[in-house]
């Protein structure tokens, strides 16, 4: 049994990927840069700053540190404009329910903060985690393990004893060099294939598949002694 489960939040618990999309084209089209969705689509997980950057270098744009600033606050804004978009996926809120009490629930995401805050008020779910840390928190975005080695600290529980929810292969990456179990789940952008490259611990096709998931998280015994009825 392992003593924290650490959640990533972008494809993996709520369908963000047509509004951090959309939010990422309406400043680009602003500057004169062109790149495709999947473009932006493949980058969900590594931070808004790093995704401006990586458009700006492939369509040879060159703009200084303070004007990309400006960028991410302006993509910030139209992001939370846009949060009535998003939608949690299905078996989000079940999970999260079954696993309330019984283990530390974390939320790890390179989403901002101002984001995050309005999301989980929204959509219901904050009272869930324990402990949650943005991409405001950290110094290195995925794949960097920083911030999933931040969440062990603010939950007091060893890396090893902590298991993580991810969809990109940034985030199982950054869950391996944390020494933390993952369990990765294709409903981002990246296929089964992918994350299968990865090696995770444990690969399911989605969030409904709770029984598998608690099994690897709490334990088969003890999650077979918990469904008994009565």
């Known amino acids: 049994m392992f003593d924290a489960v650490i959640f990533d939040w972008d494809g993996t618990l709520a369908d963000t990927k047509r509004v951090v999309v959309n939010s990422f084209q309406k400043v680009l089209r602003e500057i004169g840069c062109k790149v495709s969705d999947e473009f932006i689509a493949r980058r969900i997980g590594i931070g808004t700053r790093n995704t401006f950057k990586d458009a700006l270098k492939a369509t040879n744009i060159t703009l200084d540190d303070k004007t990309i600033d400006e960028l991410v606050k302006e993509k910030t804004k139209i992001q939370i404009e846009l949060t009535e978009n998003v939608n949690l996926f299905e078996g989000a809120v079940d999970l999260l329910n079954s696993l309330h009490n019984r283990v530390k629930i974390a939320l790890a995401t390179m989403s901002n903060r101002r984001v995050i805050n309005k999301l989980l008020g929204e959509k219901e779910v904050g009272e869930y985690f324990d402990v949650v840390i943005t991409v405001d928190d950290v110094l290195q975005p ?29 985030g199982v990456k950054a869950a391996k060099e944390a020494n933390m179990k993952c369990i990765a ?36 015994t003890i999650c077979t002694r918990r469904r008994k009825p009565g």
């Open 142 to 170: 995925k794949p960097n393990p920083e911030v999933f080695l931040k969440c062990a600290k603010k939950l007091k529980c060893r890396p090893e004893k902590c298991v993580v929810i991810e969809d990109s292969i940034f």
């Open 185 to 220: 789940i294709p409903t981002g952008t990246y296929s089964m294939e992918e994350l299968e490259d990865q090696k995770p611990d444990l690969i399911v096709n989605s969030l409904n598949e709770k029984k598998k998931i608690l099994n690897f998280i709490l334990g088969e």
